[in-house]
């Protein structure tokens, strides 16, 4: 049990384009989703918090315009990485909890490379 | 200060031995505590969360809680090359986590 998907594992774009990650909980039903971008020899970085229906709260210094979060439904969140740019290169990683339960399921990452 | 800290390593460590990790926390009002293990290129998988002071053990890991100390380590016994990871250590405070930069772990055949 408890397992959450990533789509797509790798994506290649240019310098401009928009890029657009799925995040789904298959066996469950996530109340709340989260977002994590890691560099490189770094640690994960929370970028925001999404619960089902609401909007995303996002950490300190993470861009909301260019970071675009929905959590349409109780098992798929997605995040939206406008107008990217190189420095946007990263590991993105998702995760999803449920209602009064502190653990976190991570789904296995997608791979962001910017032109 | 950095919220959770823990050594990068690597600790190299021959196989059958015991690996040792350690981690400290600078919230004090921190209630859950997860180790997490994360293979080079892959996201991070739940070895063992833990919630009370004391030691909580799961096969071949134990972690070990002392929030008087504001301290958690997990201990790997009988360590396995498919062990060699990084190990990072998670605080849990108002259902988000904050992590450490993490431990690699080299296991020795």
Redesign the interface.
Known sequence: GAVVSQHPSRVICKSGTSVKIECRSLDFQAT?M?WYRQFPK?????MA?SNEGSKATYEQGVEKDKFLINHASLTLSTLTVASAHPEDSS?Y?C?A?TSGE????????TRLLVL | QKEVEQNSGPLSVPEGAIASLNCTYSDRGSQSFFWYRQYSGKSPELIMFIYSNGDKEDGRFTAQLNKASQYVSLLIRDSQPSDSATYLCAVNNDYKLSFGAGTTVTVRA
Do not use: A, N, R, V
């Open positions: 709340t989260f770094q640690s994960l970085m929370l918090t590991f990683i995760s909890g502190e653990t976190q399921y991570f789904g296995p990452g």
